[in-house]
């Protein structure tokens, strides 16, 4: 099982050069992926401040070799499919094939949404996720795509250069296990960013036993032929390291390829100590 960070896209007064720094402190200190949120408005505090996850992630990408880089998670509704696998594929070469990109429907919380008259309503949301990860899993293997929907449409057109990664940069679908609909979507993909509660306010840890299940009602494979990837986690460290070490042991046994450690906002200083300590093996 991989060991990644998922870091804030900004929040409170944190800045850009802050959280590049924290990307390449991540691959120094032992850390197999830097995972970064997505929004257009952060969610913490009042007119907070909030950087593009990509542009952040091409910054740490010219300073790391080996952490895994991506968003965890994309709200596809709100993005042009064609626009976000340029910036994928953009990344994948920028980092020599280490690119990942985690969508899903959105948080129901998102500033960003009703902001700037994005669809709230999650029903037409979910229609355009579903439609939408077709046409991104098309794009990002760098073949030509045909696609005419409701939501979008593609005319025989391929994104090249084609992606490092083969056949395509990797797809992570992320949500609810609560839906069905969050399982059915991740099985067209190359893996799942699932968290437990349909009620974001709330939190609760996966079981191993839930793990298992989860891991058996998904493909075996993704599209490179590698085991599916199952990313648990999103929360941050607790104090009783003996007790997580042996947690992560029982997730891994279970069929989990990555746990996720979540870096809160905070104190720039304490957010680096975070960081710099190290995955718990």
Request: include cysteine; proline fraction near 7%; aromatic fraction near 6%.
């Amino acid at each position: 099982m991989r060991h990644g960070l998922e870091i804030p896209c900004g929040g409170d007064d944190l800045t850009a050069a802050t959280l590049v720094e924290l990307g390449e402190l991540a691959e120094h200190a032992g850390w197999d992926g830097v995972f970064l949120e997505d929004y257009v408005i952060h969610h913490r505090g009042d007119d907070p401040s909030t950087y593009d996850p990509w542009l952040l992630l091409a910054a740490i990408a010219g300073r790391t070799g080996r952490v895994r880089l991506g968003t965890t998670v994309t709200a596809l509704p709100r993005r042009r499919p064609a626009k976000l696998a340029r910036e994928v594929l953009t990344l994948d070469h920028l980092s020599a094939g280490r690119a990942t990109v985690a969508v899903g429907v959105g948080d129901p919380g998102d500033r960003g949404l009703a902001a700037f008259g994005e669809p709230t309503d999650v029903a037409v949301r979910a229609a355009m996720l579903d439609e939408g990860l077709d046409l991104l899993t098309g794009l990002l293997s760098g073949e030509r795509v045909e696609h005419r929907g409701v939501h979008y449409r593609a005319e025989n057109v391929a994104l090249r250069p084609p992606p490092v990664q083969s056949p395509r940069v990797p797809v992570w679908v992320g949500g609810s296990t609560q839906a069905g609909a969050v399982r059915r979507r991740a099985a067209r993909a190359d893996g799942i960013v699932p968290y437990k509660l349909t009620d974001t306010d709330g939190w609760a840890d996966f079981t191993p036993d839930e793990v298992h299940e989860l891991v058996g009602a998904l493909p075996a494979t993704r599209a490179d032929g590698q085991p599916f990837d199952v990313a648990i986690g999103g929360r941050r460290r607790r104090p009783d390291e003996r007790a997580e070490r042996a947690y992560r042991r029982e997730l891994a046994a279970a069929g989990a390829t990555w746990w996720l450690e979540y870096v809160p906002v905070g104190d720039p200083a304490a957010m680096r100590d975070a960081v710099a300590r190290g995955p718990l093996r």
